[in-house]
Antibody, heavy 117, light 107 residues
Framework: EVQLVESGGGLVQPGGSLRLSCAASGFTFSSYWMSWVRQAPGKGLEWVANIKQDGSEKYYVDSVKGRFTISRDNAKNSLYLQMNSLRAEDTAVYYC??????????WGQGTLVTVSS | AIRMTQSPSSFSASTGDRVTITCRASQGISSYLAWYQQKPGKAPKLLIYAASTLQSGVPSRFSGSGSGTDFTLTISCLQSEDFATYYCQQYYSYPLTFGQGTKVEIK
């Protein structure tokens, strides 16, 4: 069974940092692009970033460029999102998702990041 | 960025109804469109990709159509488990963008 499990969310102060992880299982992780998608409380979905199979290409939404870094470790079947200079507007549930050609299937259960003082 | 606009934002329907949700792109995106279903507290689930290709395991009462700028998601006979929020997403160009969602509620 394909499974994605996020971790690392929590409460952080504005300007702080957090690193999210996503553990993948049930498929050949190194064969797929992977993405992070977020959802602010009560709001819609926003794609955040994605990364190529070997990590050589990465794309970001403008609002996180220069603050967030997506990475992966294929030996550990893991995806990461390093988030720096966090703002209140970054508060959201962050989902990792297998990128099937820039559509997403499946998704993890999500991890909540709250940026507040 | 390509803006995706869904209509309506919400509506009420009854079990057994045929329902249609519309998604419009701010510029042509060929058939690079996906649809997702999200239930409260759960992750989104892929329903359709390439505008009209049904994801494996998704009931055949779901269908998608359209190309260019105008797309529709149709549920032919609404079931109780279909009450949820639906999102379209374009993957024609970066940044990948979603519609604002359409919430289907019980009448």
């Amino acid at each position: 069974e394909v499974q994605l499990v996020e971790s690392g969310g929590g409460l952080v102060q504005p300007g702080g940092s957090l690193r999210l992880s996503c553990a993948a299982s049930g498929f050949t992780f190194s064969s797929y692009w992977m993405s992070w998608v977020r959802q602010a409380p009560g709001k819609g979905l926003e794609w955040v970033a994605n990364i190529k199979q070997d990590g050589s290409e990465k794309y970001y939404v403008d609002s996180v460029k220069g603050r967030f870094t997506i990475s992966r470790d294929n030996a550990k079947n893991s995806l990461y999102l390093q988030m720096n200079s966090l703002r209140a507007e970054d508060t959201a549930v962050y989902y990792c998702a297998r990128d099937q050609g820039d559509w997403f299937d499946p998704w993890g259960q999500g991890t909540l990041v709250t940026v507040s003082s | 960025a390509i803006r995706m606009t869904q209509s309506p934002s919400s509506f009420s329907a009854s079990t057994g109804d045929r329902v249609t949700i519309t998604c419009r792109a701010s510029q042509g995106i060929s058939s690079y469109l996906a649809w997702y279903q999200q239930k409260p507290g759960k992750a989104p689930k892929l329903l359709i990709y390439a505008a009209s290709t049904l994801q494996s395991g998704v009931p055949s009462r779901f269908s998608g159509s359209g190309s260019g700028t105008d797309f529709t998601l149709t549920i032919s006979c609404l079931q109780s488990e279909d009450f949820a929020t639906y999102y379209c997403q374009q993957y024609y160009s970066y940044p990948l963008t979603f519609g604002q969602g359409t919430k289907v509620e019980i009448k």
